[in-house]
């Protein structure tokens, strides 16, 4: 696993928020109170059940949120991907379906448990144990060295070229692009160009402070790479980004910032 986390907001009943995802895993997000969709089409929203399993996502995915609403969510990491699931990754990227699908009535009783928890502590409990019930019934694949070595790569380095990357695992360049697809859902250059423009956003919003040196390793070619790069991302300039309110995507982002701590 990569993270837990609880996201709890107490809104009023007619307030709606619509924002965007930018996940660089798949989530299984439990949850347990409030209307929350995703749009599958425009204009056309969806909500998957109580307990959605969504894929990483290569571009951002607007999610819709009505009144108070209270979530908790279970991270995977790409390495460990055929631990849990038996289809290839790529096949849920950019999109979502519900757990009871993939787990049958283990996903019932995954929601059933965290909802009766009494603190967090209990919440953890439930989950590690859905989670090593699963690892068991799929046999306990081992997890990939080779992606959990990328998996820190495209952290650390969001700037290395696929080709050094793939000699830094070990792995030809078509053995890479295929675990990648296999275990990320997306080939090595989109896990790049997200985890690149997702440091940078992280540092417009103040949740990083990069060394002049990282910054400068950061910057596009030029301003028009730039604008390129944010409008494909959020469809926005990054002046125009430093001034928007986006409470979910801002909130994963400082997710992401702790986890690179």
Same mark, same amino acid.
């Given at each position: 696993m990569r993270r837990y986390y609880v996201f709890d907001a107490d809104l009023p009943a007619d307030f709606?928020?619509?924002?965007?995802?930018?996940?660089?895993?798949?989530?299984i997000r439990i949850l347990l109170n409030g209307d929350w969709a995703a749009e599958v089409a425009p204009d056309q929203w969806a909500n998957f059940g109580p307990v959605p399993l969504m894929g990483s996502n290569g571009i951002p995915w607007r999610v819709r949120v009505r009144g108070p609403f209270l979530v908790v969510g279970v991270a995977f990491r790409p390495s460990g991907w055929?631990?849990?699931?038996?289809?290839?990754?790529?096949e849920l990227a950019d999109r979502a379906v519900p757990?009871?699908?993939?787990?049958?009535?283990?996903?019932?009783?995954?929601?059933?448990?965290?909802?009766?928890?009494?603190?967090?502590?209990?919440?953890?409990?439930?989950?590690?144990?859905?989670? /090593?019930? /699963?690892?068991?019934?799929?046999?306990?694949?081992?997890?990939?060295?080779?992606?959990?070595?990328?998996?820190?790569?495209?952290?650390?380095?969001?700037?290395?070229?696929?080709?050094?990357?793939?000699r830094q695992v070990g792995l030809s360049i078509r053995q890479f692009e295929r675990q990648c697809h296999a275990t990320f859902g997306h080939s090595p250059k989109v896990i790049l160009r997200r985890s690149r423009f997702l440091d940078?956003?992280?540092?417009? /919003?103040?949740?990083?402070?990069?060394?002049?040196?990282?910054?400068?390793?950061?910057?596009?070619?030029?301003?028009?790479?730039?604008?390129?790069?944010?409008?494909?991302?959020?469809?926005?300039?990054?002046?125009?980004?430093?001034?928007?309110?986006?409470?979910?995507f801002t909130a994963g982002l400082k997710l992401r910032a702790e986890g690179l701590a």
């Open positions: 709606l928020l619509v924002d965007k995802l930018l996940s660089e895993t798949a989530f055929s631990g849990m699931f038996a289809q290839p990754a790529c757990l009871a699908d993939l787990w049958g009535p283990l996903a019932d009783r995954l929601h059933d448990e965290v909802a009766a928890a009494d603190d967090d502590g209990g919440i953890v409990r439930a989950i590690e144990q859905a989670l /090593r019930e /699963r690892v068991a019934a799929m046999g306990t694949p081992s997890p990939l060295p080779a992606m959990a070595a990328f998996e820190r790569i495209a952290r650390d380095d969001s700037t290395i070229w696929v080709a050094e990357a793939a940078m956003a992280q540092a417009l /919003r103040g949740f990083s402070e990069p060394s002049a040196e990282q910054l400068a390793a950061l910057r596009y070619f030029d301003q028009s790479h730039l604008n390129r790069e944010f409008r494909h991302f959020f469809q926005l300039t990054p002046g125009q980004f430093e001034k928007v309110t986006t409470p979910l």
